[in-house]
């Protein structure tokens, strides 16, 4: 054996390797550069854990079309801007509902009132006099058109009912080459000027449109002019400071846990413990990251979640050195204990793991909101860790044995290997 | 080896477990005749309205709160609970506005003196209608049922025997009854961490279990012996395990208990007893499942057989 060149090389990579953990700590906890990229800044807090509030709005008919859901979360949104919610976000839940989540706002009851009535939608001419309402528009849908010089453009087309036909009417043919404005809850979302006479009741707004906002112009009209109203089934508002205390009370159950859990390795395990708590630190800092770079949203069962995922972090560590002591008592080299005990203990721990990964998986596909977020730690948790249970525990193990810790006693074997094989 | 007599003594642990779940599951029937309910759902199930307010100071909740809430929603049938230790009170009631809210904090805001920022003083303040409470009982019930026939499926597959799915299953069952027992004699609130603590322990308890059978799988091929042999082997080499991990999990959610607020302790109460339940079920009863699975199926053959003999 090449003893003498192995070892100084395998120092140099075991000292790598706590360079590389206490790195990725760093990072996890400090993150890099203005943005705090990687750090745990950027960990979204759920709400119940910054302060905010949650509402469910159902749509009251029984099936709702999917464009008029879409014109409704517009709605909301166009609110939740004119509030100043900056954070906040609306979407589809299902298919009659959307789940607004607003965080840190002052009074939830306030939000609530504020984004919970009927939306307005009335045309206004230049001198201010309402011509029409939102219950004269029957449709509105982004089209493309050929414009004047014939290249094709987003416009918005507006269908009217008949009442507004005739007054659309009546008023574009007094009106030509005039302003006609549309606002939304007192906000001006539209401002064209009329070009001609319609008779129709289906006018055209074109102008400097890209796609995109030809069809939200159209989704906020359509908004002003909803056949459904929208209940607010289920709204929850955590004060801010509750989900601090919440948060703070989490954190140190964790730490305090974590340092139990490094101690009780090295204690029972030794050498092996030592490098499975390497390991641990590496999947705390890992996991961190991952949920820094994925913008999941953590939630307090989330970090339940991620509490309980590092107490079952060592349990694949912990089953692979019960069977390197097999192997060590069984008189084997630690060096080949250590192979062997990876190898045998693979099925069951990939077993163990896919299992709890189904059970994240139906969480995920049949909860909402919070219970999502757990899944998403939760599965996020079981991945990083079987990674570091078996790649980065077992680089380790290699290298301690190649700088020359290769005696069974320091990996937990006892002294008097007499127990043999049952 | 250490020598569990598993087998042996199957039947003291088939009875302890049934005499528990029967305790839990019978809390519910007698829940129901004291009029509390059989579980205690949270508002997120069965509909209604939570204020939590910090008045600042200590008050007599019936005397000096209950009077207000009747005089600003009539028929709210509120409850009220004092946080222990501090001056908040927590207040259930019926579905409200938020407009009836927005009163009733009015109300209180005047009465108390209450100057500070709203957002401080009014910690939790939710409305949920009952229209939803069927709904997130069948989901419950999906996520249950969705994860036991997934998970059987796998393990069936793994394990290239329907038996150790099967009794996988049966034992992780075992273990969601008596958490749904917890939650009916201790009165937790059932709500939407219910359901993640539930499958956090379906999660646990089978990952448990596999350990066990992945033993018993390798052992199978190697030793000659009988069944009993051969589990009590299996159960001996790996029990170190599941109590070092059961350890290393238990100290995590033992210290949220502890440690957490309110909704953190109800959702770890549950999980420690899950995880004490899960370990004790993928030791002592997922195996000897599978062993009277496996007798009953060799007896079965065997009839079939014998019945064929006699035929001829």
Do not use: C
């Amino acid at each position: 054996m090449k003893k003498g060149n192995q070892k100084p090389k395998s120092i140099v990579l075991f000292v790598l390797m706590l360079v590389v953990a206490a790195g990725l700590s760093y990072l996890a906890y400090f993150g890099v550069g203005e943005n705090n990229l990687f750090g745990i800044e950027n960990i979204r807090l759920g709400l119940d854990l910054q302060g905010g509030v949650n509402i469910v709005y159902e749509a009251a008919i029984e099936n709702p079309t999917e464009e008029d859901m879409d014109a409704a979360i517009q709605m909301i949104r166009t609110r939740l801007d004119k509030e100043g919610y900056t954070e906040a976000d609306a979407a589809k839940e299902g298919t009659n509902r959307i789940r607004v989540d607003i965080p840190g706002v002052e009074d939830a009851q306030a939000a609530i009132d504020s984004i919970g009535a009927a939306a307005m939608l009335k045309f206004f001419d230049q001198e201010g006099n309402e011509i029409l309402t939102g219950k004269n528009v029957e449709k509105a849908t982004p089209v493309v058109v050929p414009n004047n010089l014939g290249a094709q453009e987003p416009a918005v087309s507006i269908k009217m009912d008949a009442e507004g036909t005739k007054i659309f009417s009546e008023f574009t043919k007094n009106n030509i080459g005039k302003p006609i404005f549309i606002k939304l809850d007192d906000q001006v979302i539209s401002q064209a000027s009329i070009s001609d006479h319609i008779s129709n009741g289906e006018g055209m707004i074109s102008g400097s449109f890209t796609t995109d906002e030809a069809k939200q112009l159209a989704e906020r009209i359509e908004a002003g002019s909803l056949p459904f109203a929208l209940n607010a089934i289920s709204s929850k508002g955590v004060g801010a400071k509750l989900g601090m205390d919440a948060l703070d009370t989490s954190i140190k159950a964790g730490v305090i846990g974590f340092i139990f859990i490094l101690i009780f390795m090295v204690a029972l395990y030794r050498f092996s413990g030592m490098a499975s708590d390497i390991a641990l630190v590496i999947y705390v800092a890992l996991l961190l990251i991952v949920l820094s770079l994925t913008s999941a949203t953590l939630t307090l069962p989330g970090i339940a979640g991620i509490i309980l995922s590092i107490g079952m972090a060592v349990d694949a560590n912990v089953i692979i050195f019960t069977r390197i002591k097999e192997e060590l008592a069984v008189g084997r080299s630690v060096r080949s204990a250590i192979d062997a005990g990876f190898n045998k203990a693979f099925s069951a721990i990939l077993d163990g793991n896919v299992t709890t990964l189904i059970a994240a998986g139906v969480l995920y596909t049949l909860g909402s909101g919070v219970i999502k977020s757990f899944a998403t730690t939760l599965a996020i948790g079981i991945v990083v860790s079987m990674f570091t249970a078996l790649v980065v525990t077992r680089i380790l193990l290699k290298l301690l044995v190649e700088m020359g810790i290769d005696k069974p006693v320091l990996y937990g074997a006892k002294k008097h290997t007499e127990e043999g094989r049952a | 080896m250490k020598n569990l007599r598993v087998i042996e003594n199957r039947k003291i642990f088939f009875i302890l477990s049934s005499v528990l779940i029967l305790v839990g599951l019978l809390a519910m029937p007698f829940n129901a005749m004291r009029g509390n309910g059989m579980l205690n759902y949270d508002i997120e199930f069965k509909g209604g309205s939570v204020m939590q307010i910090d008045l600042g100071q200590d008050v007599n909740p019936q005397t000096d709160i209950l009077p207000i809430i009747n005089e600003v929603i009539p028929d709210a049938s509120p409850r009220l609970q004092k946080v222990t230790g501090t001056t908040e009170l927590v207040i259930t009631m019926k579905p409200t506005t938020s407009e009836q809210r927005t009163q009733l904090y009015e109300a209180l805001a005047e009465k108390y003196n209450l100057t500070g920022e709203k957002k401080d003083i009014l910690s939790t303040d939710s409305n949920f209608a009952p229209t939803i409470s069927g709904e997130f009982k069948m989901k419950a019930i999906q996520a249950v049922l969705l994860g036991a026939i997934l998970m059987l499926i796998y393990i069936s597959i793994r394990f290239k025997d329907f038996k150790f799915g099967a009794s996988a299953v049966l034992a992780l069952l075992h273990n969601v009854l008596i958490m749904l027992g917890v939650y009916a004699l201790f009165r937790i609130p059932l709500n939407n961490s219910f359901i993640a603590a539930m499958l956090t322990i379906i999660g646990y308890s089978i990952n448990d279990t596999i350990i066990i059978f992945d033993r018993i799988r390798e052992n199978k091929g190697r030793i000659k012996g009988s069944d009993e042999e051969v589990i009590d082997i299996s159960v001996g080499q790996t029990v170190t395990r599941s109590i070092n991990t059961s350890i290393t999990t238990l100290v995590m959610v033992v210290l949220l208990y502890f440690l957490g607020v309110s909704s953190v302790k109800e959702f770890a109460f549950p999980l420690v007893v899950g995880i004490i339940a899960g370990t004790y079920s993928s030791i002592f009863i997922a195996s000897p499942l599978w062993y009277e699975m496996r007798k009953f199926q060799r007896k079965h053959n065997k009839n079939k057989v014998g019945k064929k003999a006699t035929a001829k």
